[in-house]
Nanobody
């Protein structure tokens, strides 16, 4: 199973970005999906997570109301829409898939990450 993220870049505070994660596996519809981020010198943290059924969605307090996790089954792609970006959102963003135990654990498959840099 391969996960490939895209959509990162350098933006200004207040701008938006949409990250995409293509999952190359036919079991896409049965994967729980999460987006994590890791900033330099900080621990990796979960940003958003979603059960495969779509009926349970988690957001970190720091991104509630600004970020939205979604997926498109036909394209085997998960998305993270990020609005009103702040300098503290600067990090490498990683996509993860598998069987969620908690919003931050249980994922077997990981992407390589995409860099998001927000200038103030």
């Amino acid at each position: 199973v391969q996960l490939v993220e895209s959509g990162g870049g350098l933006v200004q505070a207040g701008d938006s970005l949409r990250l995409a994660c293509v999952i190359s596996d036919g079991a896409f519809d049965y994967f729980d999906i999460a987006w994590f981020r890791q900033a330099p010198g900080k621990e990796r943290e979960v940003v958003a997570a979603m059960r495969f059924s779509g009926d349970r969605i988690y957001y970190a307090d720091s991104v509630k109301g600004r970020f939205t996790i979604s997926k498109e089954s036909a394209a085997k792609t998960a998305f993270l829409q990020m609005n009103n970006l702040r300098s503290e959102d600067t990090a490498v963003y990683l996509c993860a898939a598998g069987s969620m135990i908690t919003p931050s654990s249980g994922y077997k498959y990981w992407g390589q990450g995409t860099q998001v840099t927000v200038s103030s």
